[in-house]
């Protein structure tokens, strides 16, 4: 069993659950090799569970005081000053709880692993502002409320399936952040794509807005650095079965990835192109395709440092339904011919 951690040394805490804004009470001494560095600088060591622009929030708010003084997060410190942060847990109540079923793969007192099914928007949004993974989370777990995005990290497209890790506690959500930032996570993905793959490698083409289309991604010169590893899992007559890696977390950065390589994922109504049935294909084949409903993309392996423990864990989810059965039409074509 995972336990909850004691306040690190030095720091002194006590809670206050009284009212309906919880508040957590934290106290430190600030050492003296800080002496000229800014208050936020020294926020971010004594305070690591918290992210520096959240520190810097609580400082403007009058959340921070320095013996018994507000200061601005620039201001600098001599050390030994005596440090108080009142932490503020404001519940959000932009968008209602929903009573959505949920695949939880695991679940502890800091962190939740979700298996997505298709079709379960992540965050709401234009267009679904209702019946997404958030608002399933807020009836799952009320107190996820007063994590910033109901303690999602990372997302997964609409109609992409498998894992993704949520943060329960502003703490946890802290520390996944830090370790998506250094791209600590694993992350490996299950798609078949149009064409025949003769090995694996890596993409690094930067990934921006579509010059043309805003509501699509593209390789762009000024994009963002994308990495994308992918290899063999195996091989058909006219598609391929890949395992794919992501160092980063691009929007679509896969979907976009693989159609840049001239391979993009079956099923995919964006960066799919035209429907592509290869000559001579069985009506098994030709129906499949035809029909297939999404990108064939599954989030299929997830790893990373639990926020608590510091132990390494990981999980793993089968293939959907419709991907087994599109594998297994796909096999039989490459029998039959």
């Known amino acids: 069993m995972i336990s909850i951690p004691m306040a690190p040394s030095g720091i002194k805490e006590s809670d206050d659950n009284s009212s309906e804004q919880a508040e957590r009470h934290l106290q430190a001494?600030?050492?003296e090799t800080q002496a000229?560095?800014?208050?936020?600088?020294?926020?971010?060591?004594?305070?690591?569970?918290?992210?520096?622009?959240?520190?810097?929030?609580?400082?403007?708010?009058?959340?921070?005081?320095?013996?018994?003084?507000?200061?601005?997060?620039?201001?600098?410190?001599l050390g030994g000053e005596q440090i108080a942060l009142t932490v503020r847990?404001?519940?959000?109540?932009?968008?209602e709880p929903e009573p959505i079923e949920l695949d939880i793969v695991y679940e502890d007192?800091?962190?939740?692993?979700?298996?997505?099914?298709?079709?379960?928007?992540?965050?709401p949004a234009a267009g679904n502002w209702q019946g997404t993974l958030l608002n399933a989370l807020l009836h799952h777990h009320p107190g996820i409320a007063t994590v910033p995005r109901a303690g999602i990290v990372h997302r997964l497209d609409k109609s992409t399936t498998g894992l993704l890790v949520v943060a329960k506690t502003i703490e946890a959500q802290t520390a996944l952040v830090e370790q998506l930032q250094a791209r600590s996570f694993t992350r490996e993905y299950d798609a078949v794509v149009n064409g025949v793959l003769t090995g694996g490698g890596t993409v690094t083409a930067p990934i921006g807005r579509h010059p043309v289309d805003r509501k699509r991604m593209a390789v762009v010169r000024n994009g963002k650095p994308a990495v994308t590893h992918y290899r063999l899992a195996e091989r058909f007559r006219a598609h391929t079965h890949i395992k794919v890696q992501l160092e980063t977390g691009r929007t679509h950065q896969i979907r976009v990835h693989m159609a840049h390589q001239r391979y993009p994922l079956v099923g995919d109504p964006v960066y799919g192109g035209r429907l592509r049935i290869p000559p001579a294909s069985g009506e098994a084949l030709q129906e499949m395709l035809r029909r297939f409903p999404r990108q064939a993309l599954h989030a299929s392996r997830l790893g990373l440092v639990h926020p608590l423990s510091g132990e390494y864990m990981e999980w793993t989810a089968p293939l959907p339904e419709d991907?087994?059965?599109?594998?297994?039409?796909?096999r039989e074509d490459a029998k039959n011919s």
């Open 29 to 31: 001494e600030v050492p």
């Open 89 to 95: 847990l404001e519940p959000d109540t932009t968008f």
């Open 323 to 330: 991907m087994q059965q599109l594998l297994a039409v796909l």
């Open 36 to 77: 000229g560095r800014r208050l936020d600088q020294v926020l971010a060591e004594l305070f690591p569970d918290y992210s520096r622009s959240r520190l810097q929030q609580w400082v403007k708010e009058g959340d921070v005081t320095v013996d018994g003084n507000t200061m601005r997060p620039r201001d600098k410190l």
């Open 109 to 123: 007192e800091a962190i939740l692993i979700i298996n997505k099914p298709a079709g379960l928007v992540v965050h």
